[in-house]
């Protein structure tokens, strides 16, 4: 089965402090792990996935398999990272997703 | 391209009616797959449709059913309707060859079950 845990509902933030959302999975094999956004009233999107080991929009995540955690981190919040950010496991490589229950993060000016 | 387009944005049914639920894909996208968004939660899978057929499916009641058209766009119906059903139903497209391909979500349609 495939579990994704986000234990965070809702994380405050100053603009400039460090952002950072844990997100822990259950799978027994070799998951593709991915955050998605949704910014108000936007559509649910791709944020980063682990395979690209990009950084997007200053946030970056890396995969800890010893740990099975795929934490978000970045730097210096702005006001624009205001959002739903939502973990997602794909254990089949078959575009089945499981989400975790999301993050709200409020970045205060 | 307009991207994954839903429709309706929202409907309001009674308990144990029947619902159905629209989803064009993305252009040049041949998968789709639902999910149900409860306040609160994640995105939850219900089931995708590949090539007119259901490839996957969640742990939904059959009381979920879909079909998949030649074009690719794709319904959810839901029969008797329950008022736990009432939620943000999401569809997702992306390509159907094996592996990970990036999947675009649409905006959803609430439905609420009174």
């Known amino acids: 089965a495939q579990r994704v845990t986000q234990p965070e509902k809702l994380l405050s933030v100053f603009k400039g402090a460090p952002v950072e959302l844990k997100c822990n999975y259950s799978y027994s094999g070799s998951p593709e792990l991915f955050w998605y956004v949704q910014y108000s009233r936007q559509r649910l999107q791709l944020l980063l996935r682990?395979?690209s080991r990009e950084s997007i929009k200053g946030f970056t995540a890396d995969l800890n398999k010893g740990e099975t955690s795929f934490h978000l981190k970045k730097p210096f919040a702005q006001e624009e990272d205001s959002a739903m950010y939502y973990c997602?496991?794909?254990?089949?490589?078959?575009?089945?997703?499981?989400f975790g229950k999301g993050n709200q993060v409020v970045v205060i000016p | 391209d307009a991207g994954v387009t839903q429709s309706p944005t929202h409907l309001i049914k009674t308990r144990g009616q029947q619902v159905t639920l629209r989803c064009s894909p993305k252009?040049?996208?041949?998968?789709v797959s639902w999910y149900q968004q409860a306040l609160g939660q994640g995105p939850q899978f219900i089931f995708q449709y590949y090539e007119e057929e259901e490839r996957q499916r969640g742990n939904f009641p059959d009381r979920f059913s879909g079909h998949q058209f030649p074009n690719y766009s794709s319904e959810l119906n839901v029969n008797a309707l329950l008022l736990g059903d009432s939620a943000l139903y999401l569809c997702a497209s992306s390509l159907g060859s094996r592996g990970y391909t990036e999947a675009f979500f649409g905006q959803g349609t609430r439905l609420t079950v009174v």
């Open positions: 682990h395979i």
């Open positions: 997602a496991l794909d254990g089949g490589g078959n575009n089945r997703l499981a």
């Open positions: 252009s040049g996208h041949d998968t």
